[in-house]
């Protein structure tokens, strides 16, 4: 049986190295998450000719809150996707 002695100056090379490693890995996720989080913070640009939110959902808003309006039963004919499935009569 052959019994193996480390030498005390390579075990401290090997926990040195190892220890190195693992700060220099908690850094990068850390400059990473730094990163990450001013990335976070800035305000998203607006590109000309974007669509912006609130006006499309204040049209959303007031094109289905029209007072007179009918309920249908094909939303995709309302909005001329689909054709209608019973047309209506031509006056005379």
């Given at each position: 049986m052959k019994i193996v002695v480390r030498d005390s100056i390579q075990t401290m090379q090997r926990v040195k190295v190892g220890v190195i490693g693992l700060a220099s890995v908690l850094l990068l996720i850390g400059?990473?998450?730094t990163i990450f989080s001013i990335v976070s913070r800035e305000?998203?640009?607006v590109a000309a000719g974007a669509p912006k939110a609130?006006?499309?959902a204040n049209l959303t808003v007031s094109n289905s809150a029209a007072p007179n309006a009918a309920p249908t039963?094909?939303?995709?004919?309302?909005i001329g996707v689909a054709p209608a499935a019973s047309p209506t009569p031509a006056k005379p």
């Open positions: 400059l990473a998450a305000q998203p640009g609130d006006v499309a039963t094909e939303p995709l004919a309302e």
